[in-house]
């Protein structure tokens, strides 16, 4: 980590987006893996107790007890049942949460990006540096160009991001159908909570069930994820945004109190953004944005 401020040399590995991003990936992996621990405990024995009598009452089996142990699913059979359709049901929320947390990170990296660089959006990198309308408190209508990044099949998504930031690392190719896979699934899920909502007839009585997925797809593509989150930080965050982020946290902590001093920046920046930058740094970038 650098001990002294540069525009854009990032003082650290990662934006703060994509740190929010992997913070939010930790935290469905650890969801997700607690859950399939007792799972597969219980599922081993539940298996186990099907083999010798499919009928055997399940709360005989768990030795479940009071007012709600007459709502599990009476027999072992149907129990078994139950639990593998939960697993596969927990296996798309967690694809569906993790392709939503791509999104947004995607939308907050970009915004970082073009209020740092506003005017590569017109093909004049670096010509005016962002931190000059962020003092000024103006900042371009990104909206529509954000949409056009985040928004609809992933081929469009990286047409809109290659017309704005030029290309892009050929690695990102590779996990385009994958993702659109993603995409897909996610929508599927997410709009009808993981059921076919086209039901045609009035008279249609026919329950779709739940779409599946592989515990091995599941990885797969969490994998492909995080693998393009990667990229596209790598992408972004030298060439365009460089310390703009830790700039723009200064710029709100100066709105709150106008004397901030580098002791009390470096402070702020420790407890709020976990990042631990030297007296000089933050000396140094508060003399930038002073002189800009």
């Not at 639990?83 to 990296?109: D, G």
């Not at 892009?168 to 993702?179: F, K, N, S």
């Not at 901030?260 to 976990?274: E, F, H, P």
């Amino acid at each position: 980590m650098p001990l002294k401020f540069d525009r854009y040399t990032p003082f650290n590995n990662r934006s703060i987006a994509l740190r929010a991003f992997n913070s939010n990936e930790t935290e469905v992996n650890s969801y997700y893996w607690s859950f399939k621990a007792i799972s597969e405990y219980c599922g081993h024995i539940g298996r186990k107790i099907e083999k010798e009598d499919k009928n055997r009452k399940t709360k005989d089996v768990f030795e479940a007890s009071g007012p709600d142990a007459g709502r599990i699913p009476e027999t072992i059979e149907n129990w078994n049942d139950s639990r593998n359709k939960l697993e596969n049901w927990l296996r798309m929320a967690a694809l569906t949460s993790v392709s939503s947390f791509l999104e947004s990170y995607m939308r907050q990296i970009i915004r970082a990006a073009l209020m740092s660089d506003p005017l590569v959006q017109y093909g004049k990198s670096r010509l005016i540096d962002g931190v000059f309308l962020l003092k000024s408190n103006f900042e371009f209508p990104y909206e529509p160009l954000i949409e056009s990044m985040t928004k609809g099949d992933w081929p469009k998504r990286l047409s809109s991001i290659k017309k704005v930031f030029g290309n892009y690392p050929h690695e990102m190719d590779a996990l385009i159908r994958q993702l659109e896979e993603i995409r897909k699934r996610r929508n599927s899920f997410a709009h009808a909570f993981g059921r076919d909502i086209d039901y045609k007839n009035p008279s249609d009585l026919d329950i779709r069930d739940t779409e599946k997925i592989s515990q091995k797809n599941l990885i797969k593509y969490m994998s492909s994820v995080s693998r393009f989150a990667k990229l596209f930080d790598e992408y972004l965050y030298i060439k365009y945004i460089g310390n703009f982020e830790i700039i723009h946290f200064y710029h709100n902590e100066k709105l709150k109190n106008n004397a901030v001093s580098a002791k009390y920046l470096k402070g702020q920046i420790r407890l709020r953004l976990n990042l631990n930058p030297s007296l000089k740094f933050c000396g140094d970038l508060i003399e930038y944005y002073n002189n800009i």
